[in-house]
């Protein structure tokens, strides 16, 4: 019996300092949702076919009205392209980093002309001392199709937002050469004291139309916090 509360007691020592070591401030980890994020609905059973309107989850994001009310496969567009992995290897020399389907901005104007993309807002807010990392798989087909060549590249920017607000982005900070997918990572971290704290975030990616080609692909969104618990 009393070796039986010896043991006992030393458990409970050992569980009690096991409770001292542990840090009081852990980081923690959370993904916040996004809807669609990987532009796999709507559900294209074709590969090679695709949508010119935008995909559930996401708006079109146009301020320089470059992607017309309504809409043509000729005229500029956004949509969701089924690549898969047998259409895939026409425009690209590597596998679509998720699922079967890419967001796409095509914009049929002269480079220069102005930006549109896709935007969503989330139901989460912009919380206190957290850091956010933002990362989108970004992608420029190449090859060529009926004759026309894709060579070129539109350039990029991905927006994380708070209401209105950019509260950081990468423009353009990565060359995507043709038929190659690079991963864009966008990162803020917010201060106790931000003016923007509790309003939505949201998020933006865009083509730039600075490049011969001017489509863009978007596929794979993430946004991952972490926190401090005090």
Same mark, same amino acid.
């Given at each position: 019996m009393k070796r039986n509360l010896i043991v006992a007691a030393i458990v409970l020592l050992i569980y009690i300092?096991? +409770?001292?070591?542990?840090?009081?401030?852990?980081? /923690?980890?959370?993904?916040?949702p996004i809807k669609n994020p990987g532009f796999e609905e709507p559900i294209l059973k074709v590969e090679g076919d695709y949508t010119i309107d935008a995909?559930? +989850?996401? $708006? $079109?994001?146009? *301020?320089?009205?470059?992607i017309p009310?309504?809409? $043509?496969?000729w005229t500029s567009n956004n949509g969701v392209g089924h /690549? %898969?992995?047998?259409?895939?290897?026409?425009?690209?020399?590597? =596998? @679509? *980093?998720?699922?079967?389907? !890419?967001?796409?901005?095509?914009?049929?104007?002269?480079?220069g002309s102005g930006i549109a993309g896709?935007? =969503?807002?989330? &139901?989460?807010?912009l919380e206190p001392n957290t850091s956010y990392k933002l990362i989108v798989d970004i992608g420029n087909f190449g090859g060529m199709f009926k004759g026309v060549s894709f060579a070129g590249f539109p %350039?990029?920017?991905?927006? @994380?937002l708070a209401g209105d607000t950019v509260l950081a982005a990468d423009h353009n900070n990565l060359y995507i050469k043709d038929g190659e997918f690079k991963t864009s990572t966008v990162t803020f971290t917010s201060a106790a004291n931000n003016p923007y704290l509790g309003q939505k975030l949201g998020i933006r990616l865009i083509n730039l139309l600075? +490049?011969?080609?001017?489509?863009? &692909?978007? &596929?794979? /969104?993430?946004? !991952?916090?972490? $926190? /401090?618990d005090t």
């Amino acid at each position: 019996m009393k070796r039986n509360l010896i043991v006992a007691a030393i458990v409970l020592l050992i569980y009690i300092c096991s +409770g001292i070591n542990t840090p009081a401030n852990a980081a /923690v980890t959370t993904s916040i949702p996004i809807k669609n994020p990987g532009f796999e609905e709507p559900i294209l059973k074709v590969e090679g076919d695709y949508t010119i309107d935008a995909p559930p +989850g996401w $708006t $079109t994001y146009n *301020p320089n009205g470059l992607i017309p009310e309504k809409r $043509t496969k000729w005229t500029s567009n956004n949509g969701v392209g089924h /690549v %898969g992995p047998n259409y895939g290897q026409l425009f690209y020399n590597q =596998q @679509l *980093p998720e699922g079967k389907n !890419i967001g796409f901005v095509y914009l049929a104007q002269k480079t220069g002309s102005g930006i549109a993309g896709f935007e =969503q807002t989330l &139901d989460a807010v912009l919380e206190p001392n957290t850091s956010y990392k933002l990362i989108v798989d970004i992608g420029n087909f190449g090859g060529m199709f009926k004759g026309v060549s894709f060579a070129g590249f539109p %350039g990029y920017r991905v927006e @994380l937002l708070a209401g209105d607000t950019v509260l950081a982005a990468d423009h353009n900070n990565l060359y995507i050469k043709d038929g190659e997918f690079k991963t864009s990572t966008v990162t803020f971290t917010s201060a106790a004291n931000n003016p923007y704290l509790g309003q939505k975030l949201g998020i933006r990616l865009i083509n730039l139309l600075q +490049g011969k080609f001017s489509g863009l &692909d978007f &596929d794979n /969104v993430r946004l !991952i916090t972490e $926190t /401090v618990d005090t």
